[in-house]
């Protein structure tokens, strides 16, 4: 079974400037999450979906920050425009939340991730 | 709003040496998962507690959840070099069935 693919692995960008991170998650998961990693914390959930539709974006900022889901599959993540202090690690994940599953419990299966410096 | 703290921040063992890391929850703990985390690459799944006094193993590594539901430990036996790494605890941050993370635990293991 393949894993949750994220591209590109790396990217510079001078502060001001756009990105944009993509995401495919595992075949058959509905649910997918956005995290953020700054270098020594714990990742920190930016936007969750299930299907297309937004479950959570109550710690993405949107002022600058955007993300979609259109066909329920994979995601694109957007900075525009970035700062300093989005550098950072952008991890991906799915899981089979919301689907017809008999897993008792929200594993999330993680790609591995995009590093973004912006200088 | 929920926090997780890890302790120790960072470990250094010999080879073959036992070590325990801790996750403390300032709220009751509804689901609370282990992962892995390698330099430059995604999270790893260990494991899985949801009931108090719940303990699951896999390998050489042994997961706690106290009664209280609000601490946590994961124990290694007889560590390896592959067994280096950062170790982050997640719980479960509402109904929606994303997770918090810790600030994660990093361990070196000296061959």
């Known amino acids: 079974e393949a894993g949750v693919a994220q591209s590109p692995r790396y990217k510079i960008i001078e502060k001001r400037q756009s990105v944009a991170f993509w995401c495919n998650p595992i075949?058959?998961?509905?649910?997918l999450y956005w995290y953020q990693q700054i270098l020594g914390q714990g990742p920190k959930l930016l936007i969750q979906f299930q299907n297309n539709g937004v479950v959570d974006d109550s710690q993405l900022p949107k002022d600058r920050f955007s993300a979609e889901r259109l066909k329920g599959v994979d995601s694109t993540l957007k900075i525009q425009p970035a700062k300093l202090e989005d550098s950072a690690v952008y991890l991906c994940?799915?899981?089979?939340?919301?689907?017809?599953?008999?897993?008792?419990?929200?594993?999330?299966?993680f790609g591995p991730g995009t590093r973004l410096t912006v200088l | 709003s929920q926090e997780l703290e890890q302790s120790p921040q960072s470990l250094i063992v010999q080879e073959g040496k036992n070590l325990t890391i801790n996750c403390t929850s300032s709220?009751?703990?509804?689901?609370l998962y282990w992962y892995k985390q390698k330099y430059g690459e995604g999270l790893i799944f260990l494991m899985m507690?949801?009931?108090?006094?719940e303990e699951k193993s896999h390998e050489k590594i042994t997961a706690k959840l106290d009664e209280k539901k609000q601490q946590s430990s994961l124990h290694i036996t007889a560590s390896q070099p592959s067994h280096a790494g950062i170790y982050l605890c997640?719980?479960?941050?509402?109904?929606?069935?994303?997770?918090?993370f810790g600030k994660g635990t990093k361990l070196s293991v000296k061959p």
């Open positions: 075949s058959g998961h509905a649910t």
């Open positions: 994940a799915s899981s089979l939340r919301g689907t017809f599953s008999r897993t008792p419990y929200n594993e999330q299966f």
């Open positions: 997640g719980a479960d941050r509402g109904s929606q069935g994303n997770l918090i």
């Open positions: 507690l949801q009931k108090g006094g």
């Open positions: 709220k009751t703990l509804y689901g």
